[in-house]
């Protein structure tokens, strides 16, 4: 009975003894708090994003071969007749034609599976696309079979190409997908929203490990995510993406935030997720009416040749007339510049930020050196304290010394209306509000200094709109 204790007290020391020396030793073993993550597969992959152009343009002989394989339906196939003309549409690639959102979409698949690359979409009714527009599984009407021309070109070319309609278990099927894109960093995995707020549904895999992976555990990703944006009169949760909440999340080198305004943009987007020598998650403001927007649409010859372009000047622009420098994003642009062509405005540019995290930084001053005495401002058709003006704001304070005014719908706790009547009125009034001159409305640009005053170290106080 004496040594009972005695046995149990030594045996209680040895069992501490064993932990204390594994903490020690786990402490000796991290070196560096962050350590290299990226072995096996992904040694090589490049830890931090760069800033260099990605080149991803690809020759016409191998974009004629896609666009063939998109159109060779099987004859035992009866599709809708609608579908039918769509599909057939795509069998052809010029440079000299223009080419709609779908295919520039499919083409960038396409082309990437002929690299071998693996490629998963998923995500509510994206076998036909959110907007019915994709049709990348076509349906035969009389015995129910399908046809998925990308998965039988993948089939030729030792890739893969996988596209599942979910329910709507966002959670679910985000987490999923998230840690489908962890295997391997040749896979391209993309779940697609059905609206952009229905991203509120996976929030959780969005803040804890989309967002934070890379810092957390040096685990890096190329999930996308494509989130229909875009204020349409459809109501308030079917308008916003709430790109707000993920460029509040942006550090500058985790993710991408990206709203595209042409095809061949989504097209070199798209391609760059593989091509970049890093892998990161990328947010895509993706369009709704600029689905079959003819302004929206590039010729071929942009597909060849090209890289991804964070900032796209305005080209219309004559910088001795212009005024005011209105930085915008997605199809907004279309409605502005559609606005100026009715007007016949020269006052005022519309500079599209392609990429608004990472903020493009050296094209944007590249492109407001153009305009030394005009006046910088951001245009949004969201709401003040929605889409990006706050971080933009805060980014043209830190970096250029320029507080830019905004022109926007006011502040508000819904991402729209839910009239489509005051929706249209709303709209209007933007974007006369954007062509409004100072002289009308004092309050514009009162005290915000030119590109010119910026550079040389100017501060500005702030502006009221």
Not at 81 to 94: C, L, M, N, P, S
Not at 259 to 268: D, E, G, K, R
Request: hydrophobic share 40%; aromatic share 8%.
């Amino acid at each position: 009975m004496t040594t009972e204790p005695a046995a149990f007290e030594a045996q209680t020391k040895a069992y501490w003894a064993t932990l204390d020396r594994a903490q020690e030793e786990a402490k000796a073993s991290i070196i560096d708090p962050i350590r290299p993550g990226f072995e096996g597969a992904w040694k090589g992959i490049a830890p931090r994003l760069s800033t260099d152009d990605v080149p991803t343009g690809v020759p016409e002989k191998a974009l004629k071969a896609v666009a063939k394989a998109l159109a060779a339906k099987p004859d035992g196939i009866a599709a809708h007749k609608t579908i039918e003309k769509i599909v057939g549409a795509r069998g052809t690639f010029a440079k000299d034609e223009r080419v709609d959102w779908a295919q520039a979409e499919l083409l960038a698949y396409g082309s990437l599976l002929a690299d071998g690359a693996r490629i998963r979409l998923t995500g509510q009714d994206v076998e036909r696309g959110t907007f019915s527009h994709r049709h990348a599984v076509v349906t035969c009407q009389k015995t129910g079979a399908t046809w998925n021309a990308l998965a039988e070109y993948a089939g030729s070319t030792g890739g893969m190409f996988h596209v599942f309609n979910s329910p709507l278990t966002e959670s679910a099927c985000l987490g999923f997908e998230y840690g489908y894109s962890l295997n391997d960093p040749n896979s391209l995995v993309i779940w697609e929203a059905q609206f952009g707020d229905f991203a509120n549904g996976g929030q959780v895999f969005i803040d804890c490990y989309i967002t934070t992976g890379q810092t957390k555990w040096r685990r890096a990703s190329a999930m996308t995510l494509l989130l229909p944006h875009g204020n349409e009169g459809l109501g308030p949760e079917h308008s916003s993406a709430r790109m707000e909440r993920f460029l509040q999340l942006s550090d500058g080198d985790n993710i991408c935030v990206c709203s595209p305004s042409t095809t061949a943009q989504v097209f070199h987007l798209l391609r760059r997720q593989l091509k970049a020598t890093w892998r990161k998650p990328l947010v895509v403001m993706s369009p709704k009416s600029m689905l079959r927007l003819p302004a929206a649409q590039s010729l071929g010859a942009e597909f060849v040749e090209g890289s991804f372009r964070t900032v796209i000047d305005d080209e219309k622009a004559d910088p001795k007339a212009v005024r005011n420098v209105w930085l915008c994003h997605g199809k907004f642009f279309h409605i502005l510049d559609a606005k100026r062509q009715e007007l016949g405005d020269t006052a005022n540019a519309f500079v599209r930020l392609e990429q608004v995290s990472p903020f493009p930084e050296e094209a944007l001053r590249a492109v407001l050196a153009r305009y030394p005495a005009a006046t910088v401002g951001v245009a949004q058709e969201e709401a003040r304290n929605s889409g990006m003006y706050r971080y933009v704001q805060a980014q043209m304070m830190d970096r250029f010394g320029i507080n830019p005014a905004c022109r926007s719908r006011v502040e508000c706790g819904s991402p729209s209306t839910g009239s489509e009547k005051m929706h249209k009125k709303e709209e209007a009034a933007l974007v006369d509000s954007v062509f409004a001159s100072s002289d009308a409305d004092g309050t514009l640009f009162e005290s915000a200094p030119t590109a010119t005053e910026a550079k040389a170290g100017a501060k500005t106080a702030s502006t009221r709109s």
